[in-house]
């Protein structure tokens, strides 16, 4: 789980640098998301690759691009399900990679009990790159 202090930190202020410091130094911690398929609700700790169709992420539509959401902690996530989704939970670091192999979006949207923030994924995917 990510602490909500550490979402509050980046969005109080608020610069790719900082989103990208966070998405590396919280790539162990759990994080939570919305998903179709045929996993069970709250297993889904160690996909990593998905064919077509498999994992269904729901996208939420926000400025000019699309995101997919992740949520800081498991009760966030559930008082916040929409329709049929299930709860999946995966490692900060696993996410990004279902973000950027079972999703068309644009980027990432974290959502934390009393703030959010948003990137991108190819300045995620390259900031993470940088120092690894």
């Given at each position: 789980?990510?602490?909500?202090?550490?979402?509050?930190?980046?969005?109080?202020?608020?610069?790719?640098?900082?989103?990208?410091?966070?998405?590396?130094?919280?790539?162990?911690?759990?994080?939570?998301?919305?998903?179709?398929?045929?996993?069970?609700?709250?297993?889904v700790d160690r996909l990593h690759t998905?064919?077509?169709?498999?994992?269904?992420?729901?996208?939420?539509?926000?400025?000019?691009?699309?995101?997919?959401?992740?949520?800081?902690?498991?009760?966030?996530?559930?008082?916040?399900?929409?329709?049929?989704?299930?709860?999946?939970?995966?490692?900060?670091?696993?996410?990004?990679?279902?973000?950027?192999?079972?999703?068309?979006?644009?980027?990432?949207?974290?959502?934390?009990?009393?703030?959010?923030?948003?990137?991108?994924?190819?300045?995620?995917?390259?900031?993470?790159?940088?120092?690894?």
């Amino acid at each position: 789980m990510i602490e909500e202090c550490a979402i509050n930190e980046v969005s109080d202020n608020l610069t790719e640098e900082n989103v990208i410091r966070f998405f590396k130094d919280q790539q162990d911690n759990i994080v939570y998301f919305y998903h179709l398929s045929d996993l069970p609700s709250l297993s889904v700790d160690r996909l990593h690759t998905f064919k077509p169709g498999e994992l269904v992420l729901p996208t939420r539509a926000k400025g000019k691009g699309t995101f997919v959401v992740l949520y800081s902690n498991r009760e966030l996530a559930i008082s916040l399900l929409e329709s049929n989704f299930k709860v999946g939970k995966v490692r900060l670091k696993q996410f990004v990679s279902i973000a950027n192999s079972a999703s068309p979006a644009d980027g990432i949207f974290v959502q934390g009990n009393s703030c959010w923030f948003t990137i991108g994924l190819k300045t995620l995917n390259a900031g993470l790159k940088q120092n690894a």
